[in-house]
C-alpha cells in the first residue's frame, strides 16, 4: 500500500497508508529505525451509533496536503456514525514533534457523545522485546521508552489538556491482540503501565451540539531520554499545537517557493507536481546527509528487505534534481556523507587491493547497508558493486560545483573522494578493451559491463578530470580524460551494434570464460533497455548524434506501454512486480524511464512546439500521482494504480529534473532576433540577489483592496470600442509588454494581466501587440 502523505522533517517522520493509519515512524534518522515495524497504529471513533477504525471500509478518506506545504489535508466521513473528520497532520520543521489536528462535525441534529481513540503500535528501537509504556501522572500523558528512546504520547480538546483515558497493555503474544481492541466497547481499562511487547491507545471524550464542531490535537513527541520529550511536550502546551502546524505550514510554503521561478507556458498541474516533488523529497532525506530511495515498509512483504537505504546512485541523480532547483544544502551533505562512506576494500586481505568505490547501499547513519552481491563466485573474485554508483558521485560532485563554484565546499572533497574514486575507476578496467569490468547493473538483476555503467564512467572521469583541473593536479587530469577517451573508444566498438543500429544493453563473459572481454569471449545481451540514455545523459554522445537517435527511437517504440496507461517500461519483458502475462506489454511503466525519455526530447528540442511533447511526458506523470500527488516507483499497466514503493524519491527526482530541463531549454529558445538575447528568464530573480517576500505574505500585512486582473479588457479610445487580449497559454511571463503598457500590464504567477482599474485610461498605441516576441497580445478595433 503506498504512502499517499508522509510528513517529516529531515529525523522524524510519519509515514500514513492509503487507510490513513499510520504505518511508519522513523526516528532519529529518515529511514532508521522505523519505531513500528510497519505495523498499523489505528485511529477511531465511538459513537452511540457503533465503533469504527478509520482503516474500515465504510469510511470515504480523501488525502491531500494543504496547497504547498507538508501539512496534511485528510477528509474521512462515515455515514452511518454520520461525522465527518478533517485532520492536518504535520511533523514541525525545527523540533521532533508529530501533531494531529481532528476537527469533528457532527452531521446529525441532536447533541452527540463523540470518542476518539488513537493508539500506538510501537516496538522501539526496531524490535519489541524489552519495551515499556507508563501513563506519567506529572504530564499527564503516555510515555514508550527503550534505552536511547522516549515517545511522548498527549493530547488535548478545547480547555482539556492531557489524556484522562487510556490503556497499556500487551501486544501480540499469547492471545493478545492489543490494547486498540479494548477501545471497541468505547472505554479503555486504565492500566498504568506494562513492558515487553507492549502497545496503548488513547481516548478523548467529547460532546457537540447538533451539527456542531468539536477540535482536538494529538501530539507524538520523540527524543532520546525523558527530559527531551518532555521539554517538547512543554513547547506545545506553551505555544499551543495549532502553532507548531501554522508554523510548519508557513516554513514549507516559503521553502518551496524561495527560487521564485518564472514556469513559463508549463500547465498548473505540472507546476503543481514540480513542488509537490521537492515538498516530498524533503521528507525522504536524512538531516545526515543520506538520501534514502524511499521509505515504506509495505515492500517488505516481496522480498523482507526494504528500500529505506541510501543507493549512491539515487542519491546522485536526486542531488543533481535538487541543484539545478536551488536547494543545495541537501547536496553539500549528501556528498560529505558519501565522502565519509567511501570503502577502502581491505576487510577481506586477500581479496583484492583496489580501494575507492561504493558498495551496494548504506544505512542512514552510513553503516554498509544489507547486499545480495556474492563476493565470490566459483573460484573467481568478485568485487561486489555496482560501478556507476560510484562514477555518478563523481558526476554530481562536478555538476555541483559546475553550477554554484563553490570551492570551499568541493575542495574537502578532491582527495578524500574524488581523487580516490577516479583512480578506482581508472584502475577497474579490461586491460584488453579498455572498458570497466563487470559490475551489477543499475537495476540491480545482472552482472556485466552494462552501456548504461561505462557511461557514468565515462562521465564520472571527465568530471573527475576537470576537478583535478581546478586543484591544478595536471597529470590526474590528463590520466582521468584519456582514460575516459579510451572507454568512450570501447563503447564504440564493443557496446554500439552495428547489426542493431543502436548500443546493446550489455556484454558479458560467456559462462565459464575468462573474465577479459576479447574475440569471442564475451556474450551480447542486445535487450532494449530504458537505461540507454545515458549514453547522452552522461556526455558520452551528443544527443544529436545518430547513434542516439536510433536508440532513443527504439526505446520508445519497444518500451511505451500500449495500454490506455501508457508511460515506458523498464526494458524489453520485465519481470519485476510484472501485472498479468501479456505479451504486448515489454514490463510495467516506471516514471523514471518515462523522464528520462521527455529529458532526451528536451534536449534535441529546436524550438518551443518541439518542446510540447515534453508537456505531455510531464502531464502522463501527473496522471499518473497519487490525489496527494506522490508519485510510486512503477504503475500497474491496466489500472494505473501505484505499484512498488511509494512514495519513490527517484521518481520525484526525475520529475524535477525534467521540469528544470524544461525551463532551461525554454530560456535557451526564446530569444530576441534582434540581439540573441533570451526574452524569458526562469530564473527571474537570479540567485544572487535578494529575493522579495512571498505574495502571500505581502497580502497578509496589507489592508490595500486586492488588484483585479483580467486576461481580456475591453475598452473605449478616441470613440473607438477596443478589445485586448492576452492568451494566457502562450504568455512565458517575460514582461517585455509591461514596459510596453504604461503601467496597465503586470505579470502575476508568470502571466502577463491587465490591471482592471487601470484598463478604461488606457493610451494604448497603434501596433502595442506586435512588442509580445511569442504574438500571445491580440488588440480588436470596432
Ligand atoms: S510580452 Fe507580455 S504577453 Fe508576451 S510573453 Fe511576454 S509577458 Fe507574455
Keep these: 500500500m503506498p ?38 497504529s489505528r485511529f477511531g471513533v465511538w459513537t452511540q451509533e457503533g465503533f469504527s477504525w478509520v482503516n474500515a471500509r465504510d469510511w470515504r478518506i480523501a488525502l491531500g496536503y494543504l496547497n504547498e506545504t507538508l501539512v496534511t489535508d485528510v477528509r474521512a466521513s462515515h455515514e452511518r456514525l454520520g461525522l465527518q473528520l478533517v485532520c492536518n497532520d504535520a511533523v514541525d520543521f525545527e523540533k521532533n514533534i508529530y501533531v494531529r489536528k481532528v476537527l469533528v462535525r457532527n452531521l446529525r441534529k441532536y447533541e452527540r457523545g463523540v470518542r476518539l481513540f488513537f493508539h500506538q503500535d510501537l516496538s522501539v528501537m526496531e524490535n519489541e522485546i524489552g519495551d515499556t509504556v507508563f501513563y506519567d501522572a506529572k504530564q499527564n500523558c503516555l510515555v514508550h521508552y527503550k534505552g536511547p528512546r522516549y515517545f511522548l504520547i498527549n493530547c488535548s480538546a478545547g480547555d482539556v489538556w ?29 492500566n498504568p503501565i506494562a513492558q ?73 498541474d505540472v507546476v503543481g507536481l514540480f513542488k509537490r516533488s521537492l515538498l516530498v523529497l524533503m521528507t525522504q532525506i536524512d538531516s545526515g546527509g543520506a538520501i534514502i530511495a524511499a521509505n515504506d515498509s509495505d515492500i517488505k512483504q516481496f522480498a523482507k528487505d526494504t528500500y529505506s537505504y541510501m543507493w549512491p546512485r539515487d ?7 535538487l541543484m539545478k532547483a536551488g536547494y543545495t544544502t541537501t547536496c553539500g551533505n549528501f556528498f560529505n556523507f558519501c565522502a565519509n562512506t567511501i570503502t577502502p576494500y ?67 572533497l578532491y582527495h578524500s573522494f574524488v581523487e580516490k574514486a577516479a583512480d578506482f575507476l581508472v584502475s577497474y578496467r579490461d586491460e584488453e578493451t579498455g ?82 572481454i576479447k574475440d569471442e569471449n564475451y556474450e551480447q545481451d542486445a535487450t532494449i533497455d530504458a537505461s540507454l540514455y545515458g549514453m547522452f545523459a552522461f556526455g558520452v554522445y551528443d544527443p544529436f548524434d545518430i547513434k542516439i537517435q536510433n536508440t532513443m527511437k527504439a526505446i520508445e517504440s ?95 527526482a526525475t520529475v524535477v529534473q525534467t521540469v528544470m530541463d524544461y525551463l532551461e531549454k525554454l530560456q535557451e529558445l526564446h530569444t530576441c532576433e534582434r540581439c540573441g538575447r533570451s526574452i524569458f528568464h526562469y530564473d527571474r530573480a537570479g540567485r544572487q540577489l535578494l529575493k522579495k517576500h512571498l505574495p502571500a ?7 490595500q483592496e486586492p488588484i483585479k486582473y483580467l486576461d481580456e479588457a475591453h475598452f473605449k479610445k478616441d470613440g473607438e470600442n477596443i478589445t485586448v487580449n492576452i492568451d494566457q497559454g502562450r504568455c512565458v511571463g517575460c514582461g517585455i509588454c509591461v514596459a510596453n503598457a504604461n503601467g496597465v500590464i503586470d505579470v502575476v504567477d508568470d502571466k502577463a494581466k491587465i490591471i482592471a482599474g487601470k484598463a478604461a485610461d488606457w493610451d494604448i498605441k497603434p501596433g502595442f501587440e506586435k512588442c509580445c516576441p511569442l504574438e500571445a497580445i491580440t488588440v480588436k478595433t470596432a
Aim: proline letters at 6%.
Design 346 to 412: 581491505n576487510f577481506c586481505a586477500s581479496v583484492m587491493v583496489e580501494d575507492g568505490f561504493l558498495l551496494h547501499k548504506y544505512n542512514p547513519d552510513g553503516s554498509f547497508g544489507s547486499s545480495w552481491h556474492p563476493w565470490v563466485k566459483g573460484d573467481e573474485i568478485h568485487v561486489p558493486i555496482q560501478e556507476d554508483e560510484t562514477a555518478l558521485i563523481l558526476w554530481a560532485i562536478w555538476r555541483y560545483y559546475d553550477l554554484y563554484r563553490r570551492m570551499d565546499e568541493i575542495r574537502p
Design 315 to 321: 542519491g546522485a541523480m536526486v542531488s543533481y534534481a
Design 435 to 516: 572498458l570497466p569490468l563487470p559490475s551489477y547493473d543499475l537495476w540491480e538483476e545482472r552482472r556485466g559491463i552494462l552501456s548504461f555503467t561505462a557511461a557514468t564512467v565515462y562521465g564520472g572521469l571527465i568530471a573527475a578530470a576537470n576537478l583535478s583541473d581546478i586543484f591544478y593536479h595536471t597529470e590526474k587530469a590528463s590520466l582521468y580524460r584519456e582514460t575516459a577517451a579510451k572507454i568512450k573508444e570501447a563503447i564504440d566498438q564493443y557496446l554500439y551494434s552495428e547489426k542493431h543500429q543502436r548500443f546493446l544493453r550489455m556484454i558479458y563473459p560467456k559462462e565459464g570464460g575468462p573474465l577479459i
Design 162 to 190: 492531557g489524556v484522562r483515558e487510556y490503556a497499556t497493555g500487551i501486544k501480540r503474544l499469547r492471545g493478545a491482540e492489543g490494547t486498540w481492541r479494548d477501545a471497541e466497547d468505547g472505554i479503555l481499562g486504565g
Design 558 to 652: 519497444a518500451l511505451w506501454v500500449r495500454t490506455r496507461i501508457g508511460g515506458i517500461a523498464r526494458y524489453e519483458n520485465d519481470g519485476y512486480q510484472r501485472i498479468g502475462n501479456d505479451g504486448a506489454i515489454p514490463g510495467n511503466p516506471w516514471i523514471v524511464c518515462t523522464m528520462w525519455l521527455a529529458q532526451y526530447y528536451v534536449s534535441i528540442a529546436k524550438s518551443v512546439e518541439d518542446l510540447e511533447r515534453v508537456v505531455n511526458y510531464l502531464r502522463w506523470t501527473v496522471s499518473r500521482a497519487l490525489p496527494s500527488g506522490v508519485l510510486a516507483e512503477q504503475i500497474n499497466p491496466y489500472t494505473g494504480e501505484p505499484l512498488s514503493v511509494s512514495p519513490l524519491t527517484w521518481s520525484h
Design 3 to 40: 504512502r499517499d502523505i508522509p510528513v517529516g522533517n529531515g529525523s522524524f517522520l510519519i509515514a500514513f497508508d492509503a487507510d490513513y493509519t499510520i504505518r511508519d515512524l522513523y526516528y532519529p534518522r529518515v529511514g532508521k529505525e522505523n519505531q513500528t515495524l510497519g505495523y498499523p
Design 697 to 703: 505574505h505581502a497580502d497578509a500585512i496589507s489592508d
Design 196 to 268: 515487553g511487547s507492549v502497545d496503548s491507545t488513547i481516548g478523548i471524550p467529547l460532546e457537540i451540539p447538533p451539527h456542531g464542531e468539536a477540535v482536538v490535537y494529538y501530539w507524538i513527541a520523540a527524543g532520546r531520554n525523558y527530559g527531551e520529550v518532555d521539554a517538547l511536550n512543554d513547547i506545545l502546551v506553551h505555544d499551543k499545537p495549532q502553532k507548531i502546524i501554522d508554523r510548519t505550514a508557513s516554513y514549507w510554503r516559503h521553502w518551496v517557493n524561495k527560487e521564485e521561478f518564472n514556469f513559463g507556458n508549463l500547465p498548473a
